[in-house]
């Protein structure tokens, strides 16, 4: 059924291509458009994002993702080694990206997008490659990151950027990354192996308009108590590069004809440092609410609705953790940390109790209206617990007293393993949704 229905996805990035994939597991006629990305930059990636591109079926990208840089956290005046990071070259993680989408016969067209226009059902994709072509969809996929022509539709926080610079570090030996607050932003610097090095300096839009190369960079950090490991015997390659990287999202993510995945629905600050997973996020689902749009109008809204929340949901979060970040830090009151200290600005939401509403969940690759359970972990609701159906559970524990609720539970273990049983008891306790 899918088969004839045409698919275009602009970039060909994480969410492109993941999106793709997705797609194509559904059977559709899928064509990414695709141009390397106007500039090298090197970025940490952690476990769970790893394991999410494993679970894609992404082979050739999860190659890369196999050096553990171990992280230093020097973040408002505290030291920490706190965990690990794997790094990439985001050029070489695309070109895997591309490798694993050609093993799902997923046509790849290189080319820039210049624009597209609906005539009839069909939306036309002007691009350019060696010359001007055009290509027609039935659908399309918005993937080109920060640079999807909606600039002006954003809801955005305080603008902030970030000046990349790639260094050769002949001797440096372990691979490993740090991270420091200071005074007018912060600093990321990494050893990624074969004498490449990285530093990116994060900071306002006002810090950054004063700066146009790498000296200026050196300039704003020569009075910092901080360790710049990574510029010692190092030699400066290539230009500086800046980048927009605060956070924002797209008013208009979804229509009847058009998604937006990643980078280019919404895009936090780096500093959450989740910002691929938070692309994984969009594009493991926009093939179910692609799939419902085209082949089940009469849910069709819901699943807009569904993925609407969903991107808003991810969006509030991770802001909610970069300003969580931004406000430990307490040394400094420069305007660079006291915007991001207030901004989002959030009310507080108080939990009142676990509840069964009526919700969209994602079931045999549609998006249908489904009752599920909220608790206070699960704001966006839960339908199944790993692959247990737990509703009817949950329901059964609300209406009856805790004794009636434990023997329905027993009841419900009998039939599955021990490990799973305990990790159910424990989620109905955790939530409480059964107290003894
Ligand atoms: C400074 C900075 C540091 C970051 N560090 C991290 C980090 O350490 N860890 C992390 O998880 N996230 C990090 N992020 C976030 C991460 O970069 C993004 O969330 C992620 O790249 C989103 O993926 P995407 O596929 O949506 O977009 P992108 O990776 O931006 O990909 C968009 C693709 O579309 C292509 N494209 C654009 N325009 C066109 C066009 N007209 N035609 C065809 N193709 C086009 C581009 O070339 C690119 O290939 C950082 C972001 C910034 C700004």
Known sequence: MNLTKKIVVLGGAVAGVTTAIGLKKLGFDVSIIYKKRAFTAYEGFSQKTKEGFSLMGCKNSVKLLNIKSLRNSNWAGMQSKINYEYVVCRDDFDKALLEDAKEYKINLIKGRVLDQREVGNKIIIRYKSDKEEFIDAD?????????????????????????LQELEMPNAVQSKTSIDSIQDGWVWQAYVGKN??????????????????????????????????????????????????????????????????????????????????????????????????????????????????????????????????????????????????????????????????????????????KEVVITENNPMGIYFLEDLEVVELVKYCLQNKTEKAIAFIDNFCKGLDEKKALMLRSWLLKEKIITI
């Open 139 to 163: 659908f399309i996929v918005d993937a080109r990151g920060r640079f999807t022509p909606f600039k002006a539709e954003y809801y955005t926080g305080p603008k902030s950027f970030s000046l």
């Open 196 to 369: 490449k090095g990285y530093i990116q300096f994060s900071c306002d839009e006002q810090s950054a308009n004063k700066i146009s190369s790498f000296e200026d960079v050196k300039q704003y950090l020569k009075n910092e108590k901080i360790d710049l490991w990574s510029l010692r015997n190092c030699k400066i390659k290539g230009k500086i590069v800046k980048r927009d990287s605060y956070c924002k999202i797209h008013k208009t993510i979804i229509s009847d004809k058009m998604i937006l995945v990643g980078d280019s629905a919404s895009s936090i600050d780096p500093l959450s440092g989740n910002g691929v997973f938070q692309a994984l996020s969009m594009s493991s689902i926009a093939p179910y609410v692609i799939n419902t749009i085209l082949n089940k109008s009469l849910n069709k809204e819901i699943a807009k609705e569904f993925y609407k929340k969903r991107v808003n949901y991810i969006f509030n979060k991770f802001s909610k953790v970069g300003k969580e970040f931004y406000c430990m830090e307490k040394r400094f009151s420069s305007s660079f940390w006291t915007k991001r200290q207030s901004w989002p600005k959030l009310q507080k939401e108080e939990f009142k109790s676990v509840q069964i509403a009526n919700y969209a969940v994602v079931k045999d690759n549609f998006i249908e209206p």
